[in-house]
């Protein structure tokens, strides 16, 4: 498992972009929101944290499909399925390496991000935890999206129509934890809802994982 | 080592081969003939646990098996030594790069993947087989793009290391590689037309 995850994060570093990318279109989502509705802190404060979800969102959907295509298109997917590494343990890992590459980075910059739309300062902190949080929910289901569509050409938009509805869940209470932190109010709720998600979907998705990618490497 | 015994197996829903039945023993390789579509890399697919066998059984200790198909599995943006480790390491084996010499290797060792031409990602291909430790392999088209020279080193080690060590090797290629080994011609094992795969109704 070990060596899987260097691998790919070696790969990720390599190839550029890894980290990087998804980054930077978190970035121009959050400079162009003031553009689109006016730079007044009354409008951009109440839906700071709405769109710094949707951003983080939609950064982590961006290289989804790297997941599993590379592995397959250069055969090593077929190899791995035969070899003495479980493939449900590969699905944990390549979550958690795309994690490492997207979500971990996102969640250490939004902080910086929620300045750019004037969210209060003390909200930062449940901005912090929530992605924290729920960024795994999202490699993990994301994960097993990339699995669905492995052997598509041209599979990346089936795979955003497949796994954006679910996100919605951790949209939901992400959003609101960090809503209710700024209003000050008590966010532990919201929170341990959204860890119950990310905890249930690395329990269960790493099989169905496995199991569609067998499905679709006969 | 290796039984086989009344395997069918289905390609696309559709079965392409019944009742091919074999057995193999330690240092035994059984060379795989037959046209194009007879359903070599099927078989040699549905041995490795790829995909399952609509009938028959396939008999082999736990843990001993690599598959080697047509892709190689190369990663192009890691080194020629970085893509055997890592095949190493999944398989728990210690990294040996002696195997660099025995597939002329040594002197593209820290060229990236990307870089390699195709006969060379061939030969990186066939040296993950050597640093894996595994008995029992099968292989698809394991020449595809080598040089004379290639096809001999590679035959080479094959009967000078891998059998001569025990393994058991299933191969299926074209060209004669001089192993001294039983050749199965699969053309009699051809499933008659309209024999359903029923692979779907199997998982479902």
Not at chain 2, 47 to 56: D, K, S, V, W
Request: hydrophobic fraction near 55%; charged fraction near 15%; proline fraction near 5%.
């Amino acid at each position: 498992m070990i060596a899987l995850l260097k691998r790919d994060l070696r790969l990720a570093l390599r190839a550029g972009g890894g980290f990087g990318l998804g980054l930077a279109f978190f970035l121009i989502v959050v400079v162009l929101v003031p553009f689109g509705v006016g730079p007044e802190r009354e409008v951009l404060r109440p839906i700071a944290p709405g769109i710094l979800w949707i951003g983080a969102l939609l950064a982590a959907l961006l290289s989804l499909d790297r997941i599993f295509a590379l592995d397959f298109e250069d055969g090593s997917l077929a190899l791995l399925a035969t070899s003495p590494l479980p493939l449900e343990a590969a699905a944990l890992v390549k979550a958690t390496a795309h994690w490492i590459t997207t979500g971990l980075p996102l969640t250490l910059a939004a902080p910086l991000f929620g300045f750019l739309l004037l969210m209060q300062p003390e909200a930062y902190g449940y901005l912090l935890a929530s992605l924290l949080i729920g960024t795994p929910a999202l490699s993990m289901i994301g994960t097993f999206g990339a699995a669905l569509t492995v052997g598509l050409r041209r599979g990346g938009l089936l795979l955003s129509l497949l796994v954006l509805p679910l996100y919605v869940p951790t949209l939901i209470f992400g959003a609101e934890a960090v809503r209710r932190g700024a209003a000050g109010l008590d966010a532990s709720g919201a929170l341990i809802l959204q860890g119950g998600i990310t905890a249930g979907c690395f329990a269960i998705l790493p099989f169905a994982t496995a199991a569609v990618l067998r499905i679709n490497l006969r | 080592m290796l039984h086989v015994v009344g395997l069918g197996c289905a390609r696309g829903g559709a079965a392409v081969l019944s009742n091919v039945s074999f057995d193999l023993a330690a240092g035994q390789a059984l060379v795989l003939r037959g046209p194009n579509g007879i359903g070599k890399t099927t078989l040699l697919r549905t041995l490795a646990g790829l995909q399952p066998p609509i009938t028959g059984d396939v008999v082999m200790p736990e843990e001993a098996a690599a598959y080697a198909s047509h892709a190689d599995g190369i990663k192009t943006a890691l080194t020629v030594t970085e893509n055997l480790a890592f095949w190493a390491e999944v398989y728990g084996m210690p990294l040996d790069l002696a195997v660099l010499d025995s597939f002329d290797l040594a002197a593209l060792r820290n060229r990236q993947g990307g870089t390699l031409s195709a006969g060379q990602k061939r030969r990186l291909g066939l040296a993950r087989l050597a640093v894996i430790g595994r008995k029992i392999l099968f292989l698809d088209e394991p020449t595809v793009s080598l040089d004379t020279g290639s096809v001999m080193m590679f035959a080479r080690w094959l009967q000078g290391d891998h059998l001569a060590q025990g393994g058991i090797a299933v191969i299926a290629t074209h060209i004669d590689l001089g192993l001294d080994a039983p050749v199965l011609d699969l053309t009699p094992f051809k499933s008659a037309p309209g024999t359903g795969g029923g692979t779907d109704e199997a998982f479902l």
